[in-house]
């Protein structure tokens, strides 16, 4: 299974899982709204760029709350995900409890029609995904 590396800061790494036909996101440290904004901004870019449906969203080593983001991501970001080809999204919590209510916040305001499932575990994440 290959992973070709899309982009990479100190806060974000996308992937593209030749094998499993998704981008996998990990998300690194210290978040805030620049940062989400940035990142989900290239995330949205390589979806539409290797028109892929799934994305693997990991938030495992997210470190702070980044609410502020939540209601951009939801009403904005997600619809332009869905209108670029996402129809599955495997969320990855941080154990993080901020980052976790800045999460399930984003998806209070998401009505996108992406199927998004929210997980404590990565490996079972990526179970659900490669079924979908």
Sequence with gaps: MGQQVLYETPQISIRYDDYAEWLHVEWIG???????????????????????????????????????????????????????????????YSSNVYSRLSTDLTIQYTAAGIVILTFDDINIARLWLQQM
């Design 30 to 92: 210290d978040q805030d709204y620049e940062s989400v904004v940035s990142g989900a901004t290239k995330m949205l870019e390589y979806l539409e760029q290797q028109g892929c449906r799934k994305v693997l969203n990991d938030n495992t080593l997210v470190t702070s709350m980044w609410a502020d983001a939540a209601e951009w991501g939801g009403k904005e970001w997600f619809p332009a995900m869905r209108a670029a080809g996402c129809e599955y999204f495997a969320w990855v």
